[in-house]
């Protein structure tokens, strides 16, 4: 990996200030002064968002791997914030508390598949964000608009080389919106409570897991600030009945198609 490659993948998140998310900077704004962005510009930004339980994570990694591209988990970021904001003790109702502890931490992501670990600081947290407490925060921390603007800087910098796979739940609608193709991954409610009670560090019971993803779907659904949608153009993918090489398996035909579609030349009657 050439020092230009390592320097991009890793991201040191900074406050941007308390203002709502915007919508993402046109093209020419994005890439004014950067002509690094601009002369790689030309790889694709696949977007996968969806709720939790999907298989969103171990989809992405496995698209990424298969077309050799970089992949970003944004929940990992949401997730380090929460952290931050656990350790230094804030009330989780006081959106300016949390957004001054998220403004003073050292969040740190690697794009590099085979490096997927998240820090703060110099200390990995990658186990620590997969833990009960941190599962039941981080919807209110990822609400505060301050936060959100904050990291959507941070992502949209890793993700302005292109080439890369992106997982969260406003990558299309938010973060990236030129992203192609977008897709939207879903899958039966209790499917998702299995899968996630797997995934999480604590484990626990299903039936409470699936109380919690119904809890944090509502709310991501209804925030004022970045809501968990399905945009208009995104393809939705139901994973309730595929594996996981399945479901890359569609992706990647989907991948293939968009990109035909983009380069096939005009017919001529």
């Known amino acids: 990996m050439s020092s230009t490659e390592a320097a991009a993948s890793v991201a040191r998140v900074k406050a941007h200030g308390a203002r709502s998310v915007s919508p993402s900077p046109k093209r020419s704004e994005r890439l004014a002064g950067r002509p690094d962005l601009l002369e790689s510009s030309h790889l694709p930004v696949i977007a996968l968002d969806g709720p939790s339980g999907t298989g969103k994570s171990t989809v992405a990694q496995a698209l ?107 990558i299309g609608s938010v973060v990236w919106p030129e992203a192609a193709p977008k897709i939207y991954l879903t899958a039966d409610e209790q499917v998702r409570a299995q899968r996630r009670s797997r995934q999480l560090a604590d484990g626990g019971p299903i039936e409470a897991v699936r109380r919690d993803l119904e809890r ?49 030349p005009e017919r001529r009657d």
């Open 64 to 170: 990424a791997r298969r077309l050799g591209f970089r992949y970003l988990d944004t929940g990992a970021m949401y997730r380090a914030a929460t952290v931050a904001a656990l350790e230094a003790d804030v009330d989780l109702e006081n959106a300016d508390e949390i957004a001054v502890a998220v403004a003073a931490s050292d969040i740190r992501v690697s794009t590099d598949l085979d490096d997927r670990d998240t820090y703060l600081g110099v200390r990995s947290v990658s186990a620590e964000i997969r833990g009960e407490a941190v599962t039941l925060a981080v919807s209110k921390v990822s609400a505060v608009p301050a936060v959100r603007t904050q990291l959507v800087a941070a992502q949209r910098e890793l993700i302005g080389s292109g080439g890369i796979v992106v997982e969260g739940r406003d």
């Open 216 to 264: 944090r779907d509502a709310f991501d659904s209804s925030r004022r600030t970045s809501p968990l949608t399905r945009t208009d153009d995104a393809v939705e993918v139901d994973t309730t009945y595929l594996s996981i090489d399945e479901v890359v398996d569609v992706l990647v035909d989907l991948c293939m198609n968009q990109r035909l579609a983009l380069t096939a």
